[in-house]
């Protein structure tokens, strides 16, 4: 019969533990292996230092580039070096016309090519799109081969189905949206299907070869709509008007077969085109009208913010810009090695001081605080190491920063933990009942405090650019490896050990000695409690510090009860005394 107590569950929760620790371990081994991973953590572009290229923009036919053009250029740049922004890639400006791109390391050849082409933004026809959010199809729930569609005809437009042939369908079905993401190729054909993901919602889309290039967008505003009477709404559209004549009438012959198909059918995904930038769908509307005019108004859940994203993709999005790499040299670490010492010795420092105190706080219970902050310490080196393989994250300064504000942080929830255990034992409990009470007063509190920590990281990497992204983002992550550890380390230890003759019967360095921490049992016998005087004087005999204690955490309601009584015995006292000669004198009158 299994065991299922507390004991056995915090011994399979530690092997759990040991588990994913292992794991994570022979991840590393195998890509230091394969040669793609180290057992050193990548560093950014301020430690390692890296590469730094210099843009010259390239303008099709006799234009002149703009300020606003060149600062929508550093944003798709940065998108595309760095679009995680874990690397810390630096993107920037210089003298109003060149574009200074620093990346850590060394950029391969496709890195090169997708920093110099031209922003890509076309619209294609969708042929099919899933309902939502859509990952990779299961091997054995994909279509069978048999099964697989067969084009019977030429596609007579870029709507037509039978663009979707058995290769399509095989992508298509491998192809994932939602995390883990498949790798796509970032420039596809224009003449031929893409199958390409929506990043925000998750959906998938088969879509046909492109029917209008992004050249030929004119420009693109956006603005709260006007009503039927000519009423401002609150209703937020962007704006497009295409060139004329090719724009205008390419768009108009799109849009009538698309509304076609909406009429018959508002539900079909070949009611809509998608605006695709660089391979990404970030809007695929339905075609409301026939846009005859080349001026077209799109609509959605559209807030000012978003509206104005849109329109500013579909105004800058595709530009008729290129560049051409005028040097590219390798740079130095703009902060260097010595900086990273300095970072880790203050590290150090701190770690000790932690150290330092617990022993002090906690003597042999101190033990288990710096052996949860060591496996903190080592899942996070792992996870680094991981995501520096698989998303190319860099360590940076701020990293560091992040690493070492988090000890602190990491030490607080073992210190929440130890002080409700103590506050149990303090209560007259046995060490058994404080931890399983104590973990369950902790808990609360513990993951209130990471809840707050981990959104506070969020919401810092998502606003913030640069280095302050690497605090953040080693800030959440050392907040996830601290609730791992006390989760799995820390409380099934401690279950363990308040089973131990040590800890359970209280050795005076345990740091869990009742008597130290002013606690004496109430219970004294024959269904009878002590009161709050007698626990008081119980536990001056047995120890002075003890009586301290126990007298410090005397509530006032209690010290009131003592006082009172104190009264009454004196006063008992005094009528006895007082009582005897008279019983004295009644004796000699009866003689």
């Known amino acids: 019969m299994a065991r299922t107590g507390p004991t056995s569950t915090a011994r399979r929760t530690l092997l759990w533990l040991a588990a994913i620790i292992i794991a994570c371990t022979l991840a590393v081994a195998g890509g230091v292996l394969a040669g793609a991973a180290t057992w050193a953590p990548k560093l950014g572009l301020d430690l390692e230092g890296g590469t730094q290229m210099i843009l010259a923009p390239k303008v099709e036919g006799a234009g002149s580039i703009t300020a606003e053009q060149l600062d929508q250029a550093v944003s798709i740049i940065r998108q595309r070096v760095d679009g995680s922004g874990v690397s810390e890639a630096q993107i920037s400006t210089e003298g109003g016309r060149n574009v200074v791109v620093s990346m850590p390391g060394k950029p391969t050849d496709e890195e090169r090519n997708l920093i110099k082409a031209s922003a890509n933004m076309n619209f294609r026809p969708v042929i099919a799109a899933t309902q939502g959010p859509s990952g990779a199809v299961a091997e054995a729930d994909r279509t069978p081969a048999?099964?697989?569609?067969?084009?019977?005809?030429?596609?007579?437009?870029?709507?037509?189905?039978?663009?979707?042939?058995?290769?399509?369908?095989?992508?298509?079905?491998?192809?994932?949206?939602?995390?883990?993401?498949?790798?796509?190729?970032?420039?596809?054909?224009?003449?031929?299907?893409?199958?390409?993901?929506?990043?925000?919602?998750?959906?998938?889309?088969?879509?046909?070869?492109?029917?209008?290039?992004?050249?030929?967008?004119?420009?693109?505003?956006?603005?709260?709509?006007?009503?039927?009477?000519?009423?401002?709404?609150?209703?937020?559209?962007?704006?497009?008007?295409?060139?004329?004549?090719?724009?205008?009438?390419?768009?108009?012959?799109?849009?009538?077969?698309?509304?076609?198909?909406?009429?018959?059918?508002?539900?079909?995904?070949?009611?809509?085109?998608?605006?695709?930038?660089?391979?990404?769908?970030?809007?695929?509307?339905?075609?409301?009208?026939?846009?005859?005019?080349?001026?077209?108004?799109?609509?959605?859940?559209?807030?000012?913010?978003?509206?104005?994203?849109?329109?500013?993709?579909?105004?800058?999005?595709?530009?008729?810009?290129?560049?051409?790499?005028?040097?590219?040299?390798?740079?130095?670490?703009?902060?260097?090695?010595?900086?990273?010492?300095?970072?880790?010795?203050?590290?150090?420092?701190?770690?000790?001081?932690?150290?330092?105190?617990?022993?002090?706080?906690?003597?042999?219970?101190?033990?288990?605080?710096?052996?949860?902050?060591?496996?903190?310490?080592?899942?996070?080196?792992?996870?680094?190491?991981?995501?520096?393989?698989?998303?190319?994250?860099?360590?940076?300064?701020?990293?560091?920063?992040?690493?070492?504000?988090?000890?602190?942080?990491?030490?607080?929830?073992?210190?929440?933990?130890?002080?409700?255990?103590?506050?149990?034992?303090r209560d007259g409990r046995g060490l058994i009942a404080a931890v399983e009470n104590g973990w369950g007063r902790a808990k609360r509190t513990i993951l209130a405090s990471k809840a707050v920590n981990i959104l506070a990281s969020l919401v810092l990497y998502f606003v913030s650019v640069g280095s302050v992204k690497g605090f953040a983002f080693t800030l959440g992550l050392t907040a996830v490896a601290d609730l791992i550890v006390v989760f799995m380390f820390t409380h099934p230890t401690l279950q363990l050990l308040a089973r131990t003759k040590f800890f359970g019967e209280g050795h005076a360095f345990s740091g869990l000695d009742p008597v130290q921490l002013g606690a004496v049992p109430l219970y004294r016998g024959a269904g009878r409690f002590r009161t709050p005087e007698e626990t008081l004087e119980v536990a001056k005999g047995k120890n002075a510090r003890a009586a301290g204690e126990a007298e410090r955490r005397q509530t006032i309601a209690e010290r009131r009860l003592a006082a009172k009584e104190h009264q009454m015995v004196g006063s008992g006292n005094r009528n006895a005394d007082a009582a005897k000669p008279a019983a004295s004198d009644d004796s000699k009158e009866s003689k």
């Open 146 to 425: 048999d099964k697989l569609p067969v084009p019977t005809a030429a596609p007579l437009n870029a709507s037509d189905p039978n663009w979707v042939d058995a290769a399509v369908m095989k992508s298509f079905e491998a192809t994932s949206c939602i995390p883990p993401l498949t790798e796509r190729p970032t420039t596809s054909d224009p003449t031929k299907p893409l199958i390409s993901c929506e990043p925000d919602s998750g959906v998938k889309y088969i879509l046909g070869p492109v029917e209008i290039p992004g050249k030929w967008i004119k420009t693109a505003s956006y603005g709260l709509m006007s009503g039927a009477q000519g009423a401002t709404t609150n209703v937020w559209s962007v704006q497009l008007t295409l060139t004329k004549p090719e724009g205008a009438d390419a768009f108009k012959e799109v849009t009538q077969r698309l509304h076609t198909k909406y009429l018959a059918n508002e539900n079909d995904p070949q009611a809509r085109f998608a605006i695709v930038l660089d391979d990404s769908v970030i809007s695929a509307p339905a075609s409301l009208a026939a846009i005859t005019d080349g001026q077209s108004s799109i609509t959605g859940n559209f807030t000012e913010a978003s509206a104005k994203a849109l329109a500013d993709q579909l105004k800058f999005g595709s530009l008729p810009l290129s560049f051409e790499i005028q040097s590219e040299i390798q740079i130095s670490a703009t902060l260097g090695l010595q900086q990273l010492e300095m970072g880790v010795m203050a590290g150090l420092i701190g770690l000790g001081l932690v150290v330092i105190y617990s022993l002090f706080q906690y003597r042999a219970l101190g033990f288990v605080t710096i052996l949860s902050l060591i496996i903190a310490g080592l899942l996070t080196y792992l996870a680094i190491i991981l995501l520096g393989w698989a998303e190319n994250y860099r360590l940076s300064l701020a990293g560091v920063a992040g690493i070492i504000v988090s000890i602190g942080q990491t030490a607080d929830s073992f210190i929440v933990y130890f002080e409700r255990v103590r506050d149990e034992l």
